[in-house]
C-alpha cells in the first residue's frame, strides 16, 4: 500500500509564491519518475513539471522560468516552487509517483496520485 499526499496550496495574489510538497509512503522499495500536475476547472489535466530518481527535470513551457521541481529522495518527497504566479496557474495540483512496491516478498510497479492540492492565483 502506497499514499501520496501533496501539501502546500492555497490563496495568493499574481506576482506572488507557493511552494507545494508531496510525500509518499507505504511499502516503496523504490521510487523512479515522479511529476506535478494540473487541473482547472473545465479543462483537462495537464503536465507541469517532472523530475527523474537522477533530477533530471522537464517543465510545460507554461512554467519555465517560474517554477522549480525538485526532490528528496531520502525522505520520499517531491517540492514545486511557483514564483511570479499568474491568475492562469490557478488550479487543482497533482502529485504523481512512478512507484517500486514492495508486497508479500515481491515487487511490481505502480503509479500513485495524491488527492490534489487547491491552488487559488488572484489578480
Known amino acids: 500500500q502506497v499514499q501520496v499526499v501533496e501539501s502546500g496550496g492555497g490563496l495568493v495574489q499574481a506576482g506572488g509564491s507557493l511552494r507545494l510538497s508531496c510525500v509518499a509512503s507505504?511499502?516503496?522499495?523504490?521510487?523512479?519518475?515522479m511529476g506535478w500536475y494540473r487541473q482547472a476547472p473545465g479543462k483537462q489535466r495537464e503536465l507541469v513539471a517532472t523530475?527523474?530518481?537522477?533530477?533530471?527535470?522537464n517543465y510545460a513551457d507554461s512554467v519555465k522560468g517560474r517554477f522549480t521541481i525538485a526532490r528528496d529522495g531520502a525522505k520520499n518527497t517531491m517540492y514545486l516552487q511557483m514564483n511570479s504566479l499568474k491568475p492562469e496557474d490557478t488550479a487543482v495540483y497533482y502529485c504523481?509517483?512512478?512507484?517500486?512496491?514492495?508486497?508479500?516478498?515481491?515487487?511490481?510497479?505502480?503509479?500513485?496520485w495524491g488527492p490534489g492540492t487547491q491552488v487559488t492565483v488572484s489578480s
Open positions: 507505504g511499502n516503496i522499495f523504490k521510487i523512479n519518475d
Open positions: 504523481n509517483a512512478h512507484v517500486h512496491v514492495v508486497r508479500a516478498g515481491t515487487t511490481y510497479q505502480a503509479d500513485y
Open positions: 523530475i527523474t530518481s537522477d533530477s533530471i527535470t
